[in-house]
């Protein structure tokens, strides 16, 4: 599982990420060449940052 997640959301994502996974997420700033394709899972700002289980 992956989450997308702006600036303001990224607090959110760790949690709902903890929530259904049961493991402490892994964060890492979403690359350049896709920062410009990538919502935030919540808002429609760019993602910033994707969290993932692994
Ligand atoms: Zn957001």
Redo the contacts with the bound molecule.
């Keep these: 599982m992956k989450i997308y997640?702006?600036?303001?959301?990224?607090d959110?994502?760790l949690d709902e990420l903890i929530e259904k996974e049961e493991v402490y997420p892994i964060m890492k700033a979403v690359p350049e060449f896709e920062k410009l394709s990538t919502?935030?899972?919540?808002?429609?700002?760019s993602?910033l940052y994707v969290v993932a289980n692994k």
């Design positions: 997640s702006c600036q303001m959301h990224i959110q994502a919502k935030c899972t919540y808002c429609k700002e993602a």
